[in-house]
């Protein structure tokens, strides 16, 4: 089956320019993540879905960052006023539901999408 | 709060030697550990994980890992490597944390096979 989809692979944009990233997570898994990664640092966690709600957002950087899934499937992560700092490979993951109990879904990752912010 | 540190950002090897990607863990509670591999433009995808039932591990690829508690290592090792093996390897931990599991992963090492 499909696996995870990000939109668009590769994002060039001018500083202070608003950007939106798109998630297709895979059909059924309603848990969704986005990760940043910069060189060298590895991968950072942004925020994280069920359904619709954000249980721990803790993850977003500033309040220029803000993240959004509607119908239980498809999230857009926005970024607004960009900066160069913002440069970076984020990753969106999805999985199935994540209980309350002690238990682990593998999460699928997306390939990814490319924002460089000049 | 969990942590994972992974020794050695870019590792090299020769074609048929032995892989040895080392990683550490912290965390206050029994945790999930993880090995994912990346290769160039891609997402990450699942090498192998430890979720408290054998210690020794095996994952795809003729990778395996093995979580000693006493060291809180989960070391990823194959004992001989092939070129398609180059890639960026990343160890992750997970633990419970408000009702889901929480993923933190390390910085990654990138391995390079030298034929």
């Known amino acids: 089956g499909a696996g995870v989809s990000q939109s668009p692979s590769n994002k060039v944009t001018e500083k202070g320019k608003d950007v939106e990233l798109r998630c297709d997570p895979i059909?059924?898994?309603?848990?969704l993540y986005w990760y940043r990664q910069s060189l060298g640092q590895g991968l950072e966690f942004l925020i994280y879905?069920?359904?619709?709600?954000?249980?721990?957002k803790s993850g977003l950087p500033s309040d220029r960052f803000s993240a959004e899934r509607t119908g239980g499937s498809v999230s857009t992560l926005t970024i607004q006023r960009t900066q160069q700092e913002d440069s970076a490979v984020y990753l969106c993951?999805?999985?199935?539901?994540?209980?309350?109990?002690?238990?682990?879904?593998?999460?699928?990752f997306g390939p990814g999408t490319r924002l460089t912010v000049l | 709060a969990q942590s994972v540190t992974q020794l050695g950002s870019h590792v090299s090897v020769s074609e048929g030697a032995l892989v040895l990607l080392r990683c550490n863990y912290s965390?206050?509670?029994?945790?999930?550990l993880f090995w994912y591999v990346q290769y160039p433009n891609q997402g990450l995808q699942l090498l192998l994980k430890?979720?408290?039932?054998?210690?020794l591990v095996k994952g795809i690829n003729g990778f395996e890992a093995e979580f000693k508690k006493s060291e809180t290592s989960f070391h990823l090792t194959k004992p001989s490597a092939h070129m398609s093996d180059a890639a960026e390897y990343f160890c992750?931990?997970?633990?419970?944390?408000?009702?889901?599991?929480?993923?933190?992963f390390g910085i990654g090492t990138k391995l390079q096979v030298i034929p």
């Open positions: 992750a931990v997970s633990v419970n944390s408000g009702g889901y599991q929480k993923v933190t």
């Open positions: 879905f069920q359904g619709n709600s954000a249980p721990d």
């Open positions: 965390s206050s509670v029994p945790p999930y």
């Open positions: 059909s059924g898994h309603t848990a």
């Open positions: 430890y979720t408290s039932a054998a210690t």
């Open positions: 993951a999805s999985s199935l539901r994540q209980g309350a109990s002690f238990s682990y879904n593998e999460q699928f």
